[in-house]
């Protein structure tokens, strides 16, 4: 069997991309919420966190805690 490598970076930009696609919430509103959490990165710094795919698992959780996500899909 063949191993097939997978870059985790970009797997986990499109997961938070997916889910925040799917709660409708953009950049802007994302970083309001993070703010209120006591995490200042305006949206332009925010989107770029995102789209490096270089965040840590408790940001994760913490976006997906703001978008109401309880179960994420990683298949």
């Known amino acids: ?3 097939v490598r997978r870059d985790w970076n970009i797997e986990a930009r499109r ?3 997916r889910e925040m696609a799917s709660a409708g919430v953009g950049y802007e509103e994302l970083s309001a919420a993070l703010l209120l959490q006591g995490l200042n990165l305006s949206p ?10 270089t965040f840590t698992l408790a ?3 913490q976006c ?7 179960q994420v899909r990683l298949a």
């Not at 997906?64 to 309880?70: C, D, F, N, P, S």
């Open 1 to 3: 069997m063949v191993a």
């Open 15 to 17: 997961l938070l991309k």
């Open 59 to 61: 940001f994760f959780m």
């Open 44 to 53: 332009k710094v925010l989107a770029n966190k995102v789209n490096r795919g």
């Open 64 to 70: 997906m805690a703001i978008l109401k996500v309880g």
